[in-house]
């Protein structure tokens, strides 16, 4: 598999930027296009094999200012993702967590990508009663992670795959929160995930495999031990 064209939303999170990383230097890629508010600064150029293209656009409007660039993606890489603090609002929370995740789906589906790679989180859940009390945000976000996935699947790709981390080691961009969590949680590597889903695309999918396939946190922890292995998704 050769000559690919990936698209990365969220390029400049932890997650997208180990994506870009990887992915400029694995020759299944011809192109990498990163799509977000901002390049991503500091992309190794010793070892890049694949072209890097930065789109900088208005996520607000990405589904007119993002079109050419998401034009003969193969697949999309959505790493999108904040939290209510960053945010500043719950409302603002849902924005880049729902609304610009399903904007992503909804392009990626109108330029004929045929796989979509989506970064959700433990726990998603659509169904869960949830407000916007700040109290209560361990549910918002779950619900609002599923919905978001729901979105992308709603698109009806080829192939959709949905990853959904717990605790994430986000090396130097850990949050401060986050950083006693590590010690007492399991989690993975932002730079094993991003390796994980790099796999999961390339390998292609068994005979009468379903479109969409879940990674839960336990598969994929498995698979970030076992270098070369791609992990099963749940049933």
Same mark, same amino acid.
């Not at 209510?84 to 409302?91: D, E, Y």
């Not at 909804?106 to 433990?122: D, M, N, P, T």
């Not at 549910?139 to 979105?151: I, S």
């Not at 130097?172 to 949680?185: I, P, S, Y």
């Given at each position: 598999?050769?000559?690919?064209?990936?698209? #990365? #939303?969220?390029?400049?999170?932890?997650?997208?930027?180990?994506?870009?990383?990887?992915?400029?230097?694995?020759?299944?890629?011809? *192109?990498?296009?990163?799509?977000?508010?901002?390049?991503?600064?500091?992309? &190794?150029?010793?070892?890049?094999?694949?072209?890097?293209?930065?789109?900088?656009?208005?996520?607000?409007?990405?589904?007119? +200012?993002?079109? $050419?660039?998401?034009?003969?993606?193969?697949?999309?890489?959505?790493? /999108?993702?904040?939290?209510?603090?960053?945010?500043?609002?719950?409302?603002?929370?849902?924005?880049?967590?729902?609304?610009?995740?399903?904007? =992503?789906?909804?392009?990626?589906?109108?330029?004929?990508?045929?796989?979509?790679?989506?970064? =959700?989180?433990?726990?998603?859940?659509?169904?869960? &009663?949830?407000? !916007?009390?700040?109290?209560?945000?361990?549910? %918002?976000?779950?619900?609002?992670?599923? %919905?978001?996935? +729901?979105? #992308?699947?709603?698109?009806?790709?080829? *192939?959709?795959?949905?990853?959904?981390?717990?605790?994430? !080691?986000?090396? !130097?961009?850990?949050?401060?929160?986050?950083?006693?969590? /590590?010690?007492?949680?399991?989690? /993975? !590597?932002?730079?094993? %995930?991003? *390796?994980?889903?790099?796999? $999961?695309? /390339?390998?292609? &999918?068994?005979?009468?495999?379903?479109? #969409?396939?879940?990674?839960?946190?336990? +598969?994929?922890?498995?698979?970030?031990?076992?270098?070369?292995?791609?992990?099963?998704?749940?049933?």
């Amino acid at each position: 598999m050769t000559g690919l064209v990936a698209v #990365v #939303v969220g390029a400049t999170g932890a997650v997208g930027e180990a994506l870009v990383h990887q992915a400029v230097k694995n020759a299944a890629f011809s *192109r990498v296009v990163t799509i977000g508010r901002r390049p991503l600064e500091g992309v &190794p150029v010793e070892g890049r094999v694949a072209e890097l293209v930065q789109k900088q656009v208005s996520m607000d409007n990405m589904e007119v +200012e993002a079109k $050419d660039a998401f034009a003969g993606a193969d697949v999309v890489f959505c790493a /999108l993702g904040t939290t209510r603090k960053v945010a500043g609002s719950a409302a603002a929370f849902k924005k880049v967590d729902f609304e610009y995740v399903a904007a =992503s789906a909804r392009l990626a589906k109108e330029c004929g990508a045929a796989h979509f790679s989506l970064v =959700s989180a433990q726990g998603a859940n659509a169904r869960v &009663p949830a407000n !916007d009390l700040g109290l209560f945000h361990g549910l %918002l976000y779950a619900k609002t992670k599923g %919905l978001a996935e +729901e979105a #992308v699947v709603g698109q009806g790709f080829q *192939r959709t795959s949905i990853f959904r981390p717990g605790m994430l !080691d986000r090396g !130097d961009k850990t949050r401060q929160g986050e950083k006693l969590f /590590l010690k007492l949680a399991p989690s /993975l !590597d932002v730079r094993d %995930l991003a *390796r994980i889903m790099l796999l $999961d695309t /390339l390998t292609a &999918p068994a005979a009468g495999a379903a479109a #969409v396939a879940r990674f839960e946190m336990g +598969e994929l922890r498995k698979a970030a031990k076992a270098a070369e292995q791609p992990p099963k998704p749940t049933a």
